[in-house]
Every structure is written in structure tokens, then in C-alpha cells.
Nanobody, 127 residues
Framework: QVQLVESGGGLVQPGGSLRLSCAASGFTLNDHAVGWFRQAPGKGREGVSCISSGDGSTYYGDSVKGRFTISRDNPKNAVYLQMNSLKPEDRTVYYC????????????????????WGQGTQVTVSS
């Protein structure tokens, strides 16, 4: 059974850090592009970051560039999102997703490119 499970969310003060994990089961995550998205209430899913299969090319949304880092842990079949210098506006639910498309380009910042989704993990940034 294909499954993605996010973890690592929680409450952090502004300026703090969190590392989100996306663990896969039922398939090899390194064979797929993986994206992190977030969705505030009443809004669409925003592409935060994504990483290609193969050469590990990455993309970051403008709002997180320089603060967030996406990486793979192939032995653990996981992808991480290191989030530093967190701001109150980063507060929302974060989702990881895996794509079945073998390519990688700017479209991978968009939710429709992904077929497998996790259930999400809540990130709260507050003093």
C-alpha cells in the first residue's frame, strides 16, 4: 500500500526552526519527485519546495527561499524539509506529495503534478 506520512510539525517561536519529515512506504521515494506544500484555511495549496528524482534538483517558493531546505534520505526512504527563521505567516498545515511524472521543471511547484499525498502536519509559529 502506497503511503506518505508527515511528521515533525509543532509549535515554535518566531525565528525558530523545525524539520519536517515525509516517510514513504509501499514505493521507493527516490524514484519520484517530491514536493512540500502548505495550505492555509480557505486557500489553495501553495508549493513550498520540491526535489527531483535522480539529480536532486530543487525548487523553492519565493516566500521560503533562503530559509527552507529540502533534502532526501534514501536509506530511510524519506524527504525532509528543514525550516529555519520561521515567521508567523509560515503557520499552516504542511503536506508532502510524490509525483508519477519522471520529468522535473517549474510545473512541479503545482499541486496537480502530484499523485500521492500525505495527511499533513500542523506548523504553528507563535510567541
Amino acid at each position: 500500500q502506497v503511503q506518505l506520512v508527515e511528521s515533525g510539525g509543532g509549535l515554535v517561536q518566531p525565528g525558530g526552526s523545525l524539520r519536517l519529515s515525509c516517510a514513504a512506504s509501499g514505493f521507493t521515494l527516490n524514484d519520484h519527485a517530491v514536493g512540500w506544500f502548505r495550505q492555509a484555511p480557505g486557500k489553495g495549496r501553495e508549493g513550498v519546495s520540491c526535489i527531483s528524482s535522480g539529480d536532486g534538483s530543487t525548487y523553492y517558493g519565493d516566500s521560503v527561499k533562503g530559509r527552507f531546505t529540502i533534502s532526501r534520505d534514501n536509506p530511510k526512504n524519506a524527504v525532509y524539509l528543514q525550516m529555519n527563521s520561521l515567521k508567523p505567516e509560515d503557520r499552516t498545515v504542511y503536506y508532502c506529495a510524490a509525483s508519477l511524472d519522471p520529468s522535473f521543471d517549474s510545473r512541479f511547484s503545482l499541486a496537480y503534478m502530484y499523485s500521492y499525498w500525505g495527511q499533513g502536519t500542523q506548523v504553528t509559529v507563535s510567541s
